[in-house]
């Protein structure tokens, strides 16, 4: 069974409450639970993560390559700022999608250019919360060599 760590960013554990207009009304429980309904179906295992600290991040990337064999990983604010976070991307040499919530591409130009993208087997965005499900759903295919 294929064991996948679902990681947070920053400010994730405000959602449901924080600009709803962008990020909806699900909250991080909401998705995290869904999340685990769709591992189920999928038959893997999750680890989920979350925290607003750079450094924790960053240490939950070094754990996983010894247990986890792929990350979903929603950097959030760190996206456009982080190389400390891209390093440790490529560092881990396990597969990591990279999803938001919101259309990065379709936002404030700052948040148009992503860090870890380019070390990352794909990203996910603008699907709302659903961007979690199509990031773990392509990161168990990739898994298992299935055609998308």
Do not use: K
């Amino acid at each position: 069974m294929n064991q996948i760590l679902i990681l947070h960013g920053p400010n994730l554990n405000l959602l449901g409450r924080r600009e709803p207009e962008v990020y909806g009304q699900m909250t991080l429980a909401d998705i995290n639970r869904r999340l685990e309904e769709a591992a189920a179906r999928l038959g893997v295992s999750l680890r989920i993560e979350q925290s607003n600290h750079e450094g924790a991040l960053i240490e939950a990337l070094h754990a996983a390559q010894e247990w986890a064999d792929g990350v979903v990983f929603n950097p959030a604010g760190y996206t456009h700022t982080s190389v400390a976070l891209r390093d440790a991307v490529a560092a881990i040499r396990i597969p990591v999608v990279e999803v938001h919530i919101s259309n990065i591409q379709a936002r404030e130009d700052f948040r148009r250019r992503s860090l870890v993208a380019p070390v990352c087997l794909g990203t996910v965005s603008g699907f709302g919360w659903r961007s979690y499900l199509l990031g773990l759903e392509g990161l168990v295919r990739h898994l298992r060599h299935e055609s998308l």
